[in-house]
């Protein structure tokens, strides 16, 4: 048998994020047994829960900034590369004025905590940091996502984006540690889990599977992103949590070689590859490209011999992610980037002028026009959209079983896939980005049957019914960029009223008035779809 060794999992190097200060009230010091102990009050917590949700919905990092403005000084950048990249630099620094947030779906509310030995917090963590989360989604125009169940199918939006997720660990000192996410849903939905075998581990097989899973990935989580591949780990749970950590750049210091301790370590040499792999898919920042992902981080982790858990995840264009920390000399949050104008060049990028298509005309004319046109066209959009996602679509679709007529409204105006959030005062609406069309594609065949849907407005690829279903009916799918919902809300969307299902809140179906709306075809009415021609 061999010896003892104890190895810490993830053995990171040195924490180089840059803090502030934000307090140094709610921390003490004490000596017991010969030990300083960190006192922390309640209050502490739950500012620095308040404080780092609140940063994290209007700021990003500079690393990730910086990258934004790296495509558009590429010459192999696409233009729809460039034109993405620009729109979400444009987004953020709408968002950095603190009041439309990065994205409409502010997310779950994530916490991941490494609590030392030595602190005393004297009450319910989980509650405090809780409690902070709560106060920025009550106070600033963020947008409340969680649902709770009282049956197996009867839930409720709690109307305060609690419960949170909050995964406290014990280990060694006297200071605490955040990671502090918000990962939206479109994110969410794009981390997978493959149980895989020891047949995997070669380079032929390895390259295959990597190449067949990113389009697994689509665009509907909004990229560029960050990609964390985690090959390997104890379960299938301690997989699926460093995927998370990793995407968040959260285990950037690890070692880049194993020892005989199993500690987890980066494969730089992976890295390359997969980044290769993702930019030879043309997938590129949503609509065609060499910009599928910004970075790629991949993992190596110890695994029972009989088992080999792959785990792909992501950190999408809103790549909110923000440390903190308690020590005994104050409560830290990590520094966020609240000049992005600086990342913007002194000239907007030249790309070939968009399509202007005026949606206030009969249906049938909108259609005509743009069957001129083909996929990957970009669409600069004026007029009439209709709002309605998830539970509206549910909802019209009981009314049509039941017997009643398609809404008219369903059959004159495009649907746009969205939901709000917090409208702030004086303005026509909050940040109103795109959702997953994906999670619609059910209904588009029976909807476009009756003359509903004939064009969709949404982020990501659909299945092969959309497809179908537009060739037969003669419809068109239209996708939105994923991301900048702060700059559409200022500078797009001229008025928003609800028109049906009031009490569904932000599901309810809306109308709203845009201008140069940004848009590209995507699925036409002659069967063709852009993703589907990627290799």
Wanted: proline share 5%; with cysteine.
């Amino acid at each position: 048998m061999a010896e003892f060794i104890y190895q810490k999992p993830f053995p990171l190097g040195k924490d180089t994020t840059r803090y502030r200060l934000l307090t140094k009230d709610f921390v003490s010091t004490l000596e017991v047994d010969g030990r300083k102990i960190l006192k922390v009050a309640p209050e502490g917590l739950e500012l620095l829960a308040k404080e780092g949700f609140a940063d994290v919905s209007f700021f990003l990092r500079e690393a990730h900034l910086e990258k934004l403005a790296t495509i558009l000084k590429d010459g192999e950048a696409s233009d729809n590369d460039i034109f993405v990249a620009y729109t979400m630099l444009l987004n953020q620094v709408v968002s950095a004025e603190g009041e439309l947030p990065t994205c409409q779906d502010t997310g779950t509310a994530i916490v991941i905590g490494k609590k030392g030995e030595n602190v005393w917090t004297g009450g319910d963590d989980a509650k405090s940091l809780s409690k902070g989360i709560y106060e920025t989604y009550r106070d600033r125009n963020l947008r409340y996502s969680q649902v709770v169940p009282f049956t197996m199918f009867e839930e409720k939006n709690t109307g305060n984006n609690l419960p949170a997720q909050i995964d406290l660990y014990a280990t060694e000192g006297n200071s605490y540690e955040f990671l502090f996410v918000t990962k939206g849903g479109g994110s969410g939905n794009k981390t997978f889990l493959y149980q895989q075998t020891k047949s995997l581990l070669n380079e032929e097989n390895l390259t295959r599977f990597i190449r067949e899973k990113i389009k697994d990935l689509g665009t509907s989580a909004c990229p560029p992103y960050h990609l964390a591949v985690v090959i390997g780990g104890t379960s299938a749970e301690a997989n699926l949590g460093t995927v998370k950590k990793a995407s968040a750049g959260y285990l950037d210091h690890l070692p880049t070689e194993g020892n005989e301790g199993g500690q987890a370590f980066r494969d730089l040499e992976w890295e390359e590859k997969i980044t290769r792999i993702c930019r030879e898919s043309g997938i590129g920042a949503q609509f065609g490209g060499k910009y599928f992902v910004h970075d790629v981080r991949v993992i190596r982790l110890p695994r029972h011999a009989a088992s080999c858990p792959v785990g792909i995840g992501v950190s999408c264009s809103a790549d909110r992610n923000i440390k903190g920390k308690i020590t005994e000399d104050g409560i830290f949050l990590e520094e966020l980037e609240r000049n992005p104008a600086k990342f913007l060049p002194r000239e907007a990028p030249f790309m070939q002028p968009a399509v202007d298509i005026d949606l206030d005309q009969p249906m049938d004319e909108i259609r005509k026009e743009l069957s001129k046109y083909p996929v990957k066209t970009r669409l600069n959009l004026k007029g009439t959209l209709i709002v309605a996602r998830d539970i509206a679509h549910a909802q019209i679709k009981e009314m049509i079983d039941a017997g009643k007529p398609m809404p008219e409204y369903f059959k004159k105006h495009p649907v746009y896939y969205a939901g709000p959030a917090k409208t702030p005062k004086g303005m026509a609406s909050g940040s109103f980005g795109p959702t997953t069309a994906g999670r619609m594609d059910s209904y588009v065949d029976l909807f476009q049957g009756l003359g509903g849907s004939m064009i969709m407005l949404a982020k990501g690829n659909r299945s092969k019914q959309v497809t179908d279903a537009c060739k037969k009916h003669g419809g068109f799918y239209l996708g939105s960029i994923g991301g900048p919902a702060a700059i559409l809300a200022k500078d797009s969307i001229k008025s928003v009223k609800i028109v049906d299902f009031e009490e569904l809140g932000m599901e309810a179906v809306r109308e709203i008035y845009v201008e140069n709306f940004p848009a590209f075809i995507i699925v036409d009415d002659k069967g063709n779809d852009f993703f589907s021609e990627l290799k």
